[in-house]
C-alpha cells in the first residue's frame, strides 16, 4: 500500500540555517504530494504541494521537488527564523479520488534564536 | 472566507461516555474528512462524507461514526470512550472529491478521556 516516510525529529537549528527534511514515498502510479505544517495548539496548514513529476511547491521561502527516480519529496529552506518551530507532515495522495491523504510521522523543528 | 471552524476545542469525557464532535465546513466546501492525531499512532484517516454520504472508511472500530448534514456541516460521534480515544480530531474540507482538490484543515478538538 501507499506510504510515507520522513526524517525523525526533533530537528534543531539556529536561525539563519539551512533547512532539509527528507520525506520518500511508496505509492503506485502518480501521486499528489504534500508539506503540511502544524504550529503549536492549531491544526494543519497547507504549506505546498507538487502534482506531477519534476514539479516545485514553494511558499514562505520553503521548496520540495517532486522525484520520481528517487522516489522523494525533500523540503527545504535556505534561512529558517523562529517562527518556522513547528511540525512538518509530509503525505501524498493518489489520483484514485477514493483514495485518503497519507500523512508520514511528522518532523519537529525547533529554530533557536 | 471563513475557514473550517471546529466545535469544541477542547473536551474533557470519561471512560465509557460518549462524544459528539462538529465540523463546519468552508463555504462551497462539500467534502468533509475526519482524521485522529496521537503521538503514537501520527495521523491517521477517520472517514469521509460528500453530499451527505459516506464515501470513504479508515481502519477504525464501529464506535467511531458520523454524519453530515445538507448543509455540510458534519459531526462525528465515539462511543464507549476508551483511555486510548484521547487524540487531537481534526476535520478537513473540499470543494469536491476529484483527487487534485486540496483539502483545507480545521484546528481540531481535543479530547482527553479520563
Known amino acids: 500500500g501507499n506510504s510515507v516516510t520522513q526524517m525523525e525529529g526533533p530537528v534543531t537549528l539556529s536561525e539563519e540555517a539551512f533547512l532539509t527534511i527528507n520525506c520518500t514515498y511508496t505509492a503506485t502510479g502518480y501521486p499528489s504530494l504534500f508539506w503540511y505544517v502544524q504550529y503549536p495548539g492549531e491544526g494543519l496548514q497547507l504549506l505546498l504541494k507538487?502534482?506531477?513529476?519534476?514539479d516545485k511547491g514553494s511558499n514562505k521561502g520553503f521548496e520540495a521537488t517532486y522525484r520520481k527516480e528517487t522516489t522523494s519529496f525533500h523540503l527545504e529552506k535556505g534561512s529558517v527564523q523562529v517562527s518556522d518551530s513547528a511540525v512538518y507532515f509530509c503525505?501524498?495522495?493518489?489520483?484514485?479520488?477514493?483514495?485518503?491523504?497519507?500523512f508520514g510521522k511528522g518532523t519537529r523543528l525547533h529554530i533557536l534564536p | 472566507k471563513a475557514g473550517v471552524t471546529q466545535t469544541p476545542r477542547y473536551l474533557i469525557k470519561t471512560r465509557g461516555q460518549q462524544v459528539t464532535l462538529s465540523c463546519s465546513p468552508i463555504s462551497g466546501h462539500r467534502s468533509v474528512s475526519w482524521y485522529q492525531q496521537t503521538p503514537g499512532q501520527g495521523l491517521q484517516f477517520l472517514f469521509e462524507?460528500?453530499?451527505?454520504?459516506?464515501?470513504n472508511k479508515g481502519n477504525f472500530p464501529g464506535r467511531f461514526s458520523g454524519r453530515q448534514f445538507s448543509n455540510s456541516r458534519s459531526e462525528m460521534n465515539v462511543s464507549t470512550l476508551e483511555l486510548g480515544d484521547s487524540a487531537l480530531y481534526l476535520c478537513a474540507t473540499k470543494q469536491a472529491r476529484t483527487a487534485q482538490e486540496t483539502q483545507y484543515f480545521g484546528p481540531g478538538t481535543r479530547l482527553l478521556v479520563l
Open positions: 507538487a502534482t506531477k513529476a519534476d
Open positions: 462524507y460528500f453530499s451527505e454520504t459516506q464515501r
Open positions: 503525505a501524498l495522495k493518489s489520483m484514485n479520488r477514493d483514495d485518503k491523504i497519507i
